[in-house]
């Protein structure tokens, strides 16, 4: 697999918070996805922004093959949505290294394997990553203070 270079927002979360994370170039069909990566389907995670009328948006990490859980009154964005609040492709967005921090849920039953695949903001961009270190780089409450100071 080759080593490829995050978008350069991405790239500075990362450096911030001095994550070692790498991020791989997979080529292949969502069909042969698992196979290239090395992994179950379910290991293979997308990030979903959700809009409620009511309350700011949010990101919801859930497998790439599932529909994200969402309360009444909620709805996916639209890619166009996607793109404007998060400056990344709906496809590729990564929850985390966004232009401005945003609530992060992460579906639990993702946190049962020892190494996860998220989108890396760019086409064909995989992060290899583990669960402690999704929950510690989407933890909203810790890098809020963090980034305010």
């Not at 497998?63 to 969402?70: H, L, T």
């Amino acid at each position: 697999m080759k080593t490829i270079t995050p978008p350069l927002g991405l790239l500075e979360f990362l450096e911030r918070v001095g994550s070692n994370a790498k991020i791989y170039e997979i080529e292949s069909g969502a069909e042969q996805l698992s196979l290239s990566l090395g992994c179950q389907e379910n290991d293979i995670l997308t990030a979903s922004l959700i809009l409620n009328p009511e309350h700011a948006p949010r990101i919801v990490v859930h497998p790439w093959n599932q529909a994200p859980k969402m309360n009444a009154n909620e709805r996916r964005a639209n890619p166009m949505q996607v793109y404007l609040l998060t400056g990344y492709p709906a496809q590729w967005m990564p929850p985390f290294g966004l232009p401005h921090l945003l609530q992060t849920e992460i579906e639990s039953s993702v946190l049962e394997s020892p190494c996860l695949y998220i989108p890396a903001g760019i086409q064909n961009g995989w992060m290899a990553i583990t669960p402690d270190e999704l929950v510690t780089l989407t933890d909203y409450a810790h890098w809020s203070q963090v980034f305010a100071a």
